[in-house]
């Protein structure tokens, strides 16, 4: 499943995403004659909101209103204006709304910083938990004279108890090898 | 440090589910005017057929007035068409049309059948004087003040209610300050 998931739908979703795009919806008689200026015009129509459909661009909606903005951007290209005057045409009109990549300003700078900053923190945590997970233990402090006698202690009372245990261990074993002799002599 | 590390995607999650809830209570169909407090476009129109008086940008200077556009393409004009007769005969500002995208006479027919509440009206077969009103749609009213400013936008028909609590009270109290001056 994982592997499907990876080698094949994924690659599939993202050729989808790439390759598709809006159908134009510019009627043949709206098209300027010279392709230059036509793809300008399509270029900046892809700019423009829709105002009645609001989530489609000019150049994509068939709303009337939407045909007679694309005339319009298309006259102002053929009488010489340039995109940003055209731009700012429509804005004065409709509002900044109308863009529909918004400038960078007051009330559009949450927008334009969030990816930016959602992006920075992301890294900064991932970074965090790989270091935290590949740090090797710390030195510790050296331990104090007293320390190192109570270490020394235990440890001396550890091999006796060890070394008394092992003694134990040795006469049960020897014991238990041979039981039959105790019980049989 | 591990456990905040672990719960702030929840937290993040939990802001924006909380910024993004009230971003719902808004109307998305709302969009504001540009015009708001600002003069009247420039524009001078040719009357319907069958009338001989047009519609200029001037006509809407001197004193308080309303803006209405229409079309007899338009549904909500014919919903809202009864209403702007009243508003016509109670007469405390002069209501002007603008015929928005109107074939040629069809404009006319359709006021003759229903009646007219306009004291003139302007034919805007291209739309183009709707573009520079920032119109999106049709039926909308603009409230123009007597130095010719916008001052209120009405997005589709006017219902009696909204007359009552915010056109009418808008439109006096404009009337009074153009008197006071």
Redo the contacts between chains.
């Keep these: 499943m994982h592997k499907t998931l990876t080698n094949f739908l994924l690659p599939l979703i993202g050729a989808t995403l790439l390759l598709t795009q809006d159908a134009l919806a510019v009627d043949p008689d709206e098209r300027l004659d010279d392709p230059a200026l036509e793809a300008r015009a399509q270029e900046l129509g892809a700019q423009l909101r829709c105002v009645v459909c609001k989530s489609q661009s000019i150049e994509a909606s068939d709303a009337p209103l939407a045909s007679d903005l694309r005339i319009l951007v298309r006259e102002r290209i053929a009488a010489g204006d340039s995109d940003e005057v055209i731009l700012e045409f429509m804005a004065e009109r409709y509002g900044r709304y109308v863009l529909l990549k918004p400038p960078v300003q007051g009330n559009t700078a949450v927008l334009w910083i969030a990816p930016i900053a959602l992006f920075v923190i992301g890294a900064m945590i991932g970074v965090a938990v790989l270091r935290s997970r590949n740090q090797q233990p710390t030195a510790l402090d050296p331990l104090t004279a007293e320390e190192d006698a109570k270490l020394k202690a235990l440890s001396l009372s550890h091999k006796e108890n060890q070394d008394r245990h092992e003694i134990s261990l040795e006469k049960e074993l020897h014991h238990d090898a041979h039981p039959t002799k105790v019980s049989g002599g | 440090m ?1 456990r905040v ?1 672990f719960f ?1 995607p929840l937290v993040l999650f939990a802001f924006a589910s909380i910024y993004f809830a009230f971003g719902l209570t808004r109307d ?2 709302y ?4 015009l708001l407090n600002a003069p009247v476009p420039e524009f001078r129109l040719s009357p319907i057929q069958g009338y001989t008086e047009g519609l200029r940008s001037d006509d809407l200077k001197g004193r308080v007035s309303l803006l209405n556009v229409f079309g007899s393409w338009c549904i909500s004009c014919e919903v809202e068409h009864p209403f702007l007769l009243s508003i016509a005969a109670e007469g405390i500002a002069p209501l002007y049309g603008l015929n928005w ?1 109107d074939k040629p006479g069809a404009g006319a027919a359709w006021l003759a059948r229903r009646g007219d509440p306009y004291a003139q009206i302007g034919n805007d077969a ?3 004087v709707a ?4 119109v ?2 049709a039926p909308e009213t603009f409230v123009i003040d007597a130095s010719g400013r916008v001052r209120h936008k009405h997005i589709g028909p006017i219902t009696p209610e909204e007359w009552e609590t915010v056109l009418r009270p808008m439109i006096l109290d404009l009337k009074n300050a153009q008197n006071a001056d």
């Design positions: 591990r590390i702030s998305p169909t969009t504001p005017s540009m995208k291209d739309g183009r573009i520079d009103f920032g999106t749609g």
